[in-house]
């Protein structure tokens, strides 16, 4: 069964860190481009950061750019998604996804029309 898993979510004080796992099953993630999306209640899904499957490319959403970081650990078949200086506005549900392509052009989210995870909440509250 091919699917991804997310985890290391909650609830974290402004300012705070966390990082976020995407772990793969029934797929080898490095075929894949791998992003973050995430969705906050009342908003539309927003792309996050993205990892292309050939170069490592990476691509980050402007309300986290120099905060978040993506990665991959290709022999644990898993992806990262390192949160620092964590804002209440970072509050959602965050999810993965693979892409058979590699990110590209001025919209590179839409590279991922593989597989996704079920999402994991990250809530941002003192």
């Known amino acids: 069964q091919v699917q991804l898993v997310e985890s290391g979510g909650g609830l974290v004080q402004p300012g705070g860190s966390l990082r976020l796992s995407c772990a793969a099953s029934?797929?080898?993630?490095?075929?894949?481009?791998v992003a973050w999306f995430r969705q906050a209640p009342g908003k539309e899904r927003e792309g996050v950061a993205c990892?292309?499957?050939?170069?490592?490319?990476?691509y980050y959403g402007d309300s986290v750019k120099g905060r978040f970081t993506i990665s991959r650990d290709n022999a644990k078949n898993t992806a990262y998604l390192q949160m620092n200086n964590l804002k209440s506005d970072d509050t959602a549900v965050y999810y993965c996804?693979?892409?058979?392509?590699?990110?590209?052009?001025?919209?590179?989210?839409?590279?991922?029309?593989?597989?996704w995870g079920q999402g994991i909440q990250v809530t941002v509250s003192s």
């Open positions: 996804a693979t892409g058979f392509v590699n990110p590209y052009g001025s919209n590179p989210w839409r590279a991922f029309t593989g597989t």
């Open positions: 029934g797929l080898t993630l490095d075929h894949y481009s």
């Open positions: 990892i292309s499957k050939d170069h490592g490319d990476t």
